[in-house]
């Protein structure tokens, strides 16, 4: 994906990208490839995808059961105070 692409998917400065891509660089997550005079990032190996996509998919379940119980101790304690 070229820098272009990811500043327009991520919505975050060019200069916060830059720094986030330095980091990924030095780590050896991600490797830049050069094509006339862009620069294209690639996952170094494509199972961090994978794993990204799992820690999102626990995340987002775990995020709605909690909404869920917020939910339910919110009616609560206005019940309470009601009654």
Avoid at 21 to 43: D, E, K, N, S, W
């Amino acid at each position: 994906m070229s820098f272009a692409d990811l500043l327009q998917r991520t919505e975050i400065t060019k200069t916060k990208l830059s720094q986030h891509l330095a980091v990924l660089r030095r780590a050896r997550i991600v490797t830049p490839l050069r094509h006339g005079g862009r620069v294209f990032y690639r996952l170094t190996y494509p199972e961090i995808e994978t794993a990204c996509e799992a820690v999102t998919k626990v995340l987002t379940k775990h995020l709605a059961q909690t909404r869920n119980e917020t939910s339910v101790l919110l009616r609560r304690v206005s019940g309470a105070r009601k009654g």
